[in-house]
């Protein structure tokens, strides 16, 4: 007799493997980059391969010292192997951060239970402020990958006392280090202090500083690199990276990044959507908590990002992410020891339930936008927007299967409000995010490939612009100078102003976005 597996018989561990690799890996290259961020990483990466240079980072030929060398070393790397495409810059955080995950989720049932680490991996990996930089071509996911692997492998020295544990610490650190910079460094390092302070009198930080080896592999993975920065570009590095990018940041608000000091208490219940209704719950159990050392280290942990992000002048969203993961499993330990009432679990479906209606509700709101906007390159964008059905459609199928989990009289109710808020996560970045890219970056992405096609020995400079995903899609830099007479010259509809149009011809368009060719 023939015996036929049922697919949904198969143990927890399957589907939420499954799960996280499907968020993480299926359509990454779905939507085209979005500048400024991904675009500046994947172009930087692909200059990096072209060269040859891998000392050093340059964008549309211009040195770059935002960060780092590590991220470019992997985006270049796979580019090496894969090819220049938007999907292959964006691997290396989906799998750092799916490697992430995945070690949580053994921390996670060691300390409370298999249940729970599938639990912990699960709502962090399927948390939209994790899916927004694991599914990235920037330094955030990885950075936060190994912000995770440091704290979680100082936890495990100070709790056992485990050199080889301390060791991994200070080798995932030097690799921080070589992603980010100097951040790599302080938040697991504080963390442990204070957690040490309030704990044994610094006992266990003060063992922790006396590792020579750790010191040594630390040193030995990222000195190299930012020696070799300083003694090619002396000042230029220090000030480039260091002042500007890491010091100025602190101290002053870049780039119109600022926000006041409840800003990330608004930014964290949406970088953990759908489970933000934990966060009020969690704060119930503070003191209770606080009295565990595991749980006091994971709260210093998260308040330490909390209260220095909050200090800092430039505030972007993704800084509080380096402390979701503590959050999270804070989250667990809590829901191990007293599990969540009915009406909290309502909580989190209507959580996931908003999250549907927002994503039925994205096409809506750029057809609003076309009529209210006044920017005069984003309104046409909206104007000019593809169908919606494919959103609508997905959306409402998404919504009806909801129903039916939500509803349905049996089966683990875990399992069922899980499965629905994966069903959720992918909707947003298989078809909303591709849809918001179509609408957002597609000008860019098309007529860069037409041009690659057609007249890829042409010398295309940007007017008035910085788009760097268009010289990624192109395959070449594209500078942000004044034309020469011999130039092609990539300029938006809106910011034609002192360009001599009488001696161009349009090659090609795309909404709004001009490709000019000079005239013989």
């Known amino acids: 007799m023939i015996h036929y597996c049922n697919p949904f018989r198969w143990n927890s561990t399957i589907w939420v493997t499954l799960a996280l690799l499907s968020l993480y890996l299926v359509r990454l290259a779905g939507a085209p980059l979005f500048d400024v961020d991904e675009g500046a990483f994947a172009q930087a990466s692909r200059e990096m391969l072209a060269s040859g240079d891998w000392g050093h980072t340059t964008l549309n030929g ?16 796979l580019m090496a192997v894969f090819g220049p495409y938007d999907w292959v810059a964006r691997l290396p955080s989906a799998l750092a951060v799916l490697a992430a995950t995945f070690a949580l989720w053994r921390f996670a049932a060691q300390q409370w239970g298999e249940p729970a680490g599938q639990r912990a991996a699960f709502m962090l990996g399927s948390s939209l402020g994790l899916l927004a930089i694991g599914r990235a071509a920037t330094a955030d996911g990885m950075l936060n990958a190994l912000l995770m692997a ?30 980010k910079g100097p951040v790599a460094l ?54 480039g990276f260091f002042l500007k990018h890491n010091v100025q940041r602190f101290t002053a608000t870049l780039e119109g990044h600022g926000g006041n000091s409840l800003y990330y208490l608004v930014v964290l219940p949406l970088l ?87 994503a039925f509700a994205v096409p809506f709101i750029a057809a609003w936008g076309a009529t209210t906007v006044t920017d005069t390159w984003v309104q046409p964008l909206l104007a000019s927007a593809p169908s919606g059905l494919s959103v609508h459609l997905s959306a409402s199928f998404v919504a009806l299967t909801g129903l039916w989990l939500a509803f349905k009289p ?56 910085h788009q760097p995903s268009f010289a990624f899609y192109y395959g070449a830099p594209t500078t942000q100078q004044a034309p020469t007479p011999t130039d092609w010259v990539i300029v938006r509809h809106d910011r034609m102003q002192d360009l001599p149009m009488n001696l161009y011809t349009t090659a090609h368009s795309h909404r709004g976005l001009l490709l000019l060719k000079p005239l013989p």
């Open 62 to 77: 211009a040195d770059r010292f935002d960060k780092p060398i590590f991220i470019y070393w992997c985006q270049a790397a």
């Open 272 to 358: 953990l959507l759908p489970w933000s209704p934990w966060c009020v719950r969690l704060f119930g159990s503070f003191l209770t908590q606080w009295a565990n050392p595991l749980q006091r280290f994971l709260w210093i942990w998260v308040l330490f990002v909390l209260g220095f992000f909050s200090l800092s002048g430039t505030k972007l969203p993704h800084y509080m992410l380096y402390g979701l993961a503590p959050l999270v499993l804070l989250i667990v330990a809590q829901s191990v020891k007293r599990p969540a009432s009915v009406a909290w679990q309502a909580a989190l479906w209507g959580c996931v339930a908003l999250s549907c209606g927002l």
């Open 410 to 465: 049996r089966g683990d109710a875990w399992a069922r409000l899980m499965a629905c808020a994966w069903l959720v996560s992918m909707l947003w970045v298989g078809v909303v995010i591709p849809w918001l890219g179509q609408v957002l970056q597609a000008p860019f992405q098309e007529v860069a490939t037409w041009a690659r096609q057609h007249h890829p020995e042409a010398r295309i400079v940007q007017w008035r612009m």
């Open 150 to 179: 440091t704290g979680l492998c100082l936890w495990n020295f100070a709790a056992s006392g485990s050199r080889s544990a301390l060791r991994w610490a200070y080798a995932w650190c030097g690799l921080g280090l070589l992603t």
């Open 186 to 239: 302080l938040i697991p390092g504080i963390t442990l202090l204070l957690w040490s302070l309030t704990t044994d009198r610094g006992r266990t930080a003060w063992r922790a500083l006396r590792e020579p080896t750790g010191w040594l592999l630390l040193l030995a993975i990222a000195a190299p690199w930012y020696l070799y920065a300083l003694q090619r570009h002396e000042m230029a590095f220090i000030e």
